[in-house]
């Protein structure tokens, strides 16, 4: 007889569609969050697997900074006529008026409001109860101890030291108004099942995933990509560099890496080989040790 | 890693002084689950309570308060990954109050990890560990026993410590207990064979993860589909979709739906990927049925030939997670597969000391506590118990107010004690023979005798006799448990007193309330129908009744009454 032992892989993604469907379900107004990166690509098509042959049943926000890559609006365009999304993209344009960017306010500040407090604000507008997020429990320590269905209060809080208990499959959906659930489909794949995922199911991406000759400039270890006019300092002198982004941020502050992965395998290959957490290329992550905690507590994904 | 290797989530116990964290960070080293960065910001860190070149354990402890006590307190996941399998690790904190969080962890967990420091031999905690390992089902145990390197390798201390565990590990019902003599903090039996345990002949500690066997735990034979949500799209096309807990779809397959017990088939398995031949756990799919059947969220499609139990009441063991305590007839929301129902711990039968598996009375249950406990819900739930199926079994309780979880629920084998019935005390049968109107003078005007029907878990069974016996002329009434509850007898014999047939539709199985029942129609007028025996389909399943009550000579049905007429 045949066995029937499904691969990781399978196994992951029936997790994540049953997850998706358990939030349907019971919310009565979800939305995913999409930051246009490869986890956000792979939800996607989950979400598509979930709800076929019907069309995804919740809008898609993005949460934009207004300092993204060129190429991340293109593809986002792109892919939500594709697919019939109902996209919907919140930008704290106010903060932005004002001249909100990580060398004036330093980058914590800058997240602060272009990210947590857009984020917040976009939640409240759209009076959703359940918001699904692409962030994985490899991805950073804090991340480790997340729950599936991880609740907030009204401010859009986590309080790491009073987290429901979460058992088998069976997630807790009760909330009062103005409370929220943040939900992660993602949370037990790792960097790698993500890659593996996108090669077998042919998953489209940005392609600044991969290594091309681009122009940067290099600061010290750091590479650094020159859109939205990074300023220059004296002596200073872009360079094409063959590099690609390990993760999608914000243009200032996601640091690009040497590389001379073309193809999904050759970035697999790369992935096993370094070894690096793909995180270490954001900056925002090393400003204090333990500071993504420090951003989840105040109500970033 | 490949693309065709399996997953594996496993669960560690152990205190603190164990090297629990020391032994993952290891795990996780040598299965390149740990970023080089994440080394250097360990190796950077503030907190200094390194005693080697790399402290492992301060790559799993994850949040500020932890760092700063040096202390587990929450359940996290970490994943590292071989050629062979990816695993999932829940590392959860062995201290006493944290019972909470190992429950959590081992809840989905295939093996556990219990740590035992080879110093200090079998202690309460590991017993602790132990039983909760057993508590929540998981399969296949790694005794790690750690810190060898301290006690020079001996095999009498790793010996004793195997005989005094695997005799406890019997005593909770462990099964698949395997030993390893180790070090985490300097990788003997790890990964490969130690030259310093030449006595130890076994495979390494990672060797037996990625070779314990996943397919024999599995379930093939009930099928058990919980209807998560249900897809309609356009007016043509109605998918049933969810998460196989157990059995095997197959287009064609014979299912029947929970509760209406009507029975259909399988049209089809749609999938984004094209349409599937077969399903098995744990797929999520979509399930198109050939009749057009009324299904909602929390109904279920099983096995006609492998039914599982149906009912409001069931006997369960409880760990409470909540600082409220919890009490016997409060009202609580429990989550049973994707049904939610009001619910109550209708009886708090002991609870059992972690320690030392004593019973003990209790009327209330505190944080961590373990209770063996029987449950009433309001509507009924379609089980199993958790030693033969971990989801159908399983179910939480939440606190409506705070909407807090506070409880994990493992439904046991055994069917609840019955409970004391609540009863009509005030009503008294002794009217009748001194009543004005006589049985023989309804019996005249019905047409048929009165009787009681007793029909368990056929709710639409129980719609359409009533159905055909009305259209007969009889005066027939059901009544259904989720609405009259204890009181079927007394009512059924109330209805049976006004020369009215009582279709008395009850969930589950329940032989206590059938036997009352019984005495107060008494025998010649009630039907007791064992499930087993009924026709699978409504439509033969009532014809067979119908003969019944003939037989009986309750009716006769060659001819329609009319009222007045007399049989």
């Known amino acids: 007889m045949e066995t029937r032992v499904l691969s990781h892989l399978r196994a992951l993604e029936a997790e994540s569609i049953h997850i998706l469907r358990e939030v349907v379900a019971e919310f009565s107004n979800p939305v995913m969050l999409y930051s246009v990166g490869k986890d956000s690509s792979v939800m996607l098509r989950l979400a598509q697997k979930a709800f076929h042959p019907a069309k995804i049943p919740f809008p898609v926000l993005h949460v934009d900074t207004g300092y993204k890559f060129k190429e991340m609006y293109e593809f986002r365009d792109n892919l939500a006529k594709e697919l019939g999304l109902n996209l919907i993209v919140h930008t704290n344009q106010a903060a932005l008026d004002a001249g909100t960017n990580p060398f004036a306010l330093g980058t914590q500040k800058c997240c602060a409001l272009l990210k947590t407090r857009a984020l917040l604000d976009a939640l409240a507008a759209g009076g959703y109860d359940a918001a699904f997020g692409g962030a994985r429990r490899d991805e950073e320590k804090s991340r480790a101890k997340e729950r599936i269905y991880s609740f907030r209060d009204k401010f859009g809080q986590w309080d790491p030291k009073n987290q429901r208990p979460e058992l088998w499959n069976v997630y807790n959906a009760k909330i009062e108004k103005g409370e929220t659930i943040r939900v992660f489909p993602l949370s037990n794949w790792t960097e790698l099942d993500i890659w593996r995922y996108i090669e077998v199911e042919k998953i489209p991406i940005v392609p600044l995933y991969f290594a091309k000759e681009r122009e940067m400039l290099v600061r010290g270890n750091n590479v650094i990509p020159l859109e939205h006019n990074y300023p220059i300092q004296i002596g200073e002198k872009p360079e094409m560099v063959k590099v690609r982004m390990r993760s999608l941020g914000c243009t200032y502050c996601t640091g690009a890496i040497r590389s001379d992965a073309e193809t999904l395998p050759q970035l697999m290959d790369e992935l096993v080989q370094f070894r690096r957490s793909e995180r270490e290329n954001r900056i925002i992550d090393h400003d204090t040790e333990g500071s993504m905690e420090i951003k989840k507590r105040e109500g970033y994904f | ?567």
């Open chain 2, 1 to 567: 890693m490949s693309v065709e290797s399996q997953l594996l989530r496993f669960t560690t116990a152990g205190s603190v002084d164990d090297g629990k964290s020391t032994l993952i960070g290891r795990l996780l080293y040598e299965a390149k689950g740990v970023y080089e960065d994440q080394l250097a910001s360990v190796q950077n860190s503030s907190v200094n309570r390194s005693t080697g070149p790399i402290d492992f354990s301060l790559l799993t402890d994850g949040l500020r308060a932890e760092r700063e006590q040096g202390i587990t307190i929450d359940v996290a996941y970490r994943y590292a990954a071989t050629p062979q399998r990816k695993f999932i690790i829940a590392d959860t904190p062995g201290h006493e109050q944290y019972t909470r969080n190992m429950a959590t962890g081992a809840s989905t967990a295939d093996l556990a990890i219990v740590l035992i420091d080879a110093r200090k031999g079998v202690l309460v905690q590991s017993r602790r560990h132990a039983f909760i390992t057993a508590l929540l089902g998981i399969r296949y145990v790694a005794v790690a026993v750690n810190k060898m390197d301290l006690v020079e390798f001996r095999e009498d201390v790793f010996r004793k410590i195997e005989a005094e565990f695997l005799a406890y590990a019997k005593s909770v019902g462990l099964k698949n207990v395997a030993f390893f003599p180790i070090s985490a903090l300097e990788g003997d039996n790890i990964t490969e064979p130690s030259p310093r345990t030449p006595w130890y002949t076994g495979p390494s500690l990672l060797e037996h993860l990625e070779t314990v066997d996943l397919v024999e735990a599995r379930n093939f034979s009930d099928l058990r589909f919980p209807v998560q949500y249900v897809n309609r799209p356009t007016l043509d096309f109605r998918g049933y979709t969810g998460q196989l807990a157990s059995g095997v779809l197959r287009v064609g397959q014979t299912v029947m739906t929970l509760p209406s017990g009507r029975i259909t088939k399988v049209k089809s398995l749609p999938s984004y990927d094209g349409e599937l031949a077969e399903a098995y756990p744990p797929m999520s799919v979509t399930v198109c049925l050939e009749d057009e059947v009324d299904i909602s969220r929390g109904d279920m499609l099983v096995d006609p030939d492998r039914v599982p139990h149906v009912s409001r009441r069931f006997a369960a063991k409880l760990v409470w997670m909540h600082e409220t305590p919890g009490e016997a007839e409060r009202d609580y929301l429990l989550k049973h597969t994707s049904q939610t129902v009001r619910a109550q711990i209708a009886k708090i039968r002991h609870r059992i000391d972690i320690n030392t598996l004593a019973e003990q009375p209790a009327n209330k249950l505190e944080l961590n506590e373990i209770a063996s406990i029987q449950v009433e819900t309001r509507r009924p739930l379609f089980f199993d118990s958790y030693a033969q199926n971990r989801t159908t079994g399983a179910f939480i309780l939440i606190d409506p107010i705070s909407n807090a979880t506070v409880a994990a629920g493992m439904i046991e084998e055994s069917t609840a004690e019955s409970l004391e019935p609540l009863k009509l005390g005030s009503l008294e049968f002794s009217g009748e023979t001194e009543a004005t109107v006589t049985p023989a003078e309804r019996y005249k005007r019905a047409g048929h005798y009165p009787a009681t029907v007793w029909l368990t878990a056929r709710q639409d069974l129980a719609g359409m006799l009533e159905r055909k016996l009305f259209d007969l002329g009889c005066s027939v009434h059901v009544l259904a448990d989720d609405r009259e509850s204890h009181l079927l007898p007394e009512l059924a014999r109330v209805l049976n007193s006004a020369g009215l047939i009582a279709i008395c539709s009850i969930a589950s199985p329940d032989v206590a309330e059938a036997k009352r029942a019984q005495e107060l129609a008494g025998d010649t007028r009630f039907l007791l129908v064992d499930p087993q025996q009924l026709p699978v389909r409504d439509e033969e399943a009532s014809e067979v009744l119908m003969k019944m009550l003939e037989d009986r000579g309750v009716l006769r049905r060659k001819e329609r009454f009319e009222v007045g007429e007399g049989i």
